[in-house]
């Protein structure tokens, strides 16, 4: 028997966001694992966990095109809000 799923959000995200979510997402996930593994201090443990957790929810929301906080705010980028018009033939 297959299992329901609940339906996927509604992209909020731009492309090019999406994108440089990604990215930024990637690099703040490898630098906080890089600087956690020289700390000296609670300080910069808890300060480089918490670089790896906006590391992770940029990936997650880059990589799925949802940003929740968006949806909640009822932000939507002018790129989406109007989307281009597709030109006959195409």
């Keep these: 028997m297959a299992t329901p799923h609940a339906p996927s959000p509604k992209v909020n995200i731009t492309r090019t966001e999406r994108f440089s979510r990604v990215i930024v997402g990637s690099a703040g996930i490898v630098g906080g694992v890089l600087l956690l593994a020289g700390a000296h201090s ?8 918490l670089l790896i957790l906006a590391g992770v929810d940029l ?6 095109g ?5 949806a909640k705010l009822g932000y939507v980028p ?13």
Excluded: F, S
Excluded at 42 to 49: C, F, H, I
């Design 42 to 49: 609670v300080l910069a443990v808890v300060l480089e966990v």
């Design 59 to 64: 990936l997650v929301t880059g990589a799925r």
């Design 66 to 70: 949802h940003c929740p906080l968006y």
């Design 78 to 90: 002018a790129a989406l809000a109007h989307p281009m018009p597709k030109r006959p033939g195409r």
